[in-house]
């Protein structure tokens, strides 16, 4: 069997929610003695008692145990369920314009999540529990800063409420769990000008992009409002708070697009297929990102790769975000199983990543959880000494409502990596558009030689 590619902070942490399967200590020993029955007693006690000490290990680690770090997926229809799955909670974002299906979408993945046996919550849009009550943006005139200073605290309350009860249902109901937020923390900062949100952050210090952006999230879905591409079907029926004629949805849809740029698991879903089929694709989005595979259920979204001849002035790209991206591969008792971590931040605050990719009836199946800087750092005494460490730029943006990530790689690396350049995008094969302003050399998606573990694979 051909190699499986493995694609690839600070955080408050008594905010952290706890939903993400982390790694704590007792169980990152319970599975270094699992996996490793020739490991000392004192050499896994030296994870614990300290981080910076070096961990030698006899064999690899067994990164399938599925009860300690990687969640079992469904395989077959949605009512075959496995009983003796990891468990988890999945916090998903659905973002977007003015009628663009999110509230479609999110009753389309309450009922699936439901019927497969997940504990489903859905946190209201606070914009608009507080916009229901008689408030209105252009009434506020120098005081509107104030009022998105007080929207973001009042969703980041309710939300960190919800996310509590989450905890409960997750740990001592033994629960798959699923959140579904209507719009999330970056929406205020949507409609705010640079210099008030920059106000904001130094009134707020614990407030920044990588923590209430990427951190407190594990996937954004963004659903292109229906006056970008569907007009004909622009409606604000649905909800008596809101206003606004095409040409600002159009706009606040593109404000809201920039301020998600840069979350590693964003999706963009626009209006080039029906409006049946376009609600199909979230839902597909959401199970694709967790882990639940299905036969038969796949509407042609998929992710593509391509080779970049160089990298043009920052001036001919649209608004984009950078971030410094490390990925280390981790060893492992088989070959059909591939584990890694990664840290990925901006400014020296990061978030960080364990992701395990295997087989599953004749299909490549991804787990990830997010993890924090203790158990990244007890995860990096385990990193395959078979492989180099890969250094990123990773520039995220935009562009004709698609979403696209372009990976810089950087020394020191694998020499077959320098001066490599690689742009990836989800898309529909019949949607597939590229940046002109990118010189596209070859796509590299089957390409086993551009796959990331191949890549960073150290010659004997």
């Not at 849009?125 to 408030?135: D, H």
């Not at 391509?306 to 984009?320: D, G, I, N, Q, S």
Request: charged fraction near 25%; include cysteine.
């Amino acid at each position: 069997m051909s190699s499986i590619e493995a694609n690839a902070s600070k955080s408050a942490s008594d905010e952290r929610l706890e939903s993400r399967s982390p790694i704590n200590v007792i169980q990152l020993n319970k599975l270094l003695k699992l996996s490793n029955p020739n490991l000392k007693k004192s050499q896994s006690q030296s994870i614990i008692n300290d981080a910076n000490d070096d961990l030698e290990i006899d064999e690899p680690i067994d990164h399938s145990i599925s009860a300690l770090l990687t969640q079992q997926t469904l395989s077959a229809a949605p009512a075959q369920t496995d009983a003796s799955s990891n468990k988890r909670i999945h916090r998903v974002v659905l973002t977007g314009g003015p009628c663009a299906g999110k509230t479609t979408s999110i009753n389309k993945i309450k009922i699936f999540f439901e019927n497969i046996g997940w504990k489903v919550f859905c946190v209201p849009e606070t914009a608009t529990i507080l916009l229901s009550s008689g408030i209105y943006f252009y009434e506020l005139d120098k005081h509107t800063i104030d009022f998105q200073e007080n929207l973001l605290k009042s969703l980041l309350q309710i939300e960190d409420s919800i996310n509590q009860a989450a905890k409960h249902y997750y740990k001592e109901k033994d629960q798959n769990v699923i959140i579904i937020y209507d719009r999330g923390a970056m929406d205020p900062v949507a409609y705010l000008d640079e210099e008030d949100w920059e106000i904001l952050k130094q009134r707020n210090p614990t407030w920044n992009e990588v923590d209430l952006r990427d951190n407190r999230y594990d996937q954004i879905i963004h659903l292109i409002t229906a006056a970008k591409g569907a007009e004909q079907f622009y409606t604000l029926d649905n909800n008596i708070s809101r206003t606004e004629g095409l040409d600002l949805a159009r706009q606040l849809d593109a404000k809201i697009a920039k301020a998600w740029i840069g979350h590693p698991y964003k999706y963009v879903i626009d209006n080039c297929t029906d409006f049946e089929i376009k609600i199909a694709r979230v839902l597909q989005a959401v199970c694709d990102r967790i882990g639940l595979q299905f036969k038969g259920f796949d509407v042609g979204n998929r992710k593509r790769k391509f080779l970049v001849k160089a990298v043009p002035e920052v001036t001919e790209f649209p608004p984009f975000q950078d971030f410094n991206v490390v990925h280390n591969y981790l060893v492992s008792n088989s070959p059909k199983v591939q584990a890694r971590i990664r840290k990925r931040g901006q400014s020296n605050v990061w978030s960080y990543t364990y992701t395990v990719r295997f087989i599953r009836n004749d299909q490549v199946v991804e787990t990830y959880r997010q993890i924090d800087k203790r158990e990244y750092a007890m995860l990096y005494k385990t990193i395959d000494g078979n492989h180099f460490t890969i250094y990123k730029l990773r520039r995220c943006f935009e562009w004709k409502h698609r979403y696209y990530q372009l990976d810089m790689y950087e020394e020191p690396c694998n020499p077959s990596c320098r001066g490599l350049i690689i742009l990836t995008t989800r898309c529909m094969d019949e949607d597939l558009l590229l940046p002109d302003f990118l010189e596209i050399e070859k796509e590299i998606t089957q390409d086993p030689n551009y796959s990331m573990f191949n890549l960073s694979k150290r010659k004997k």
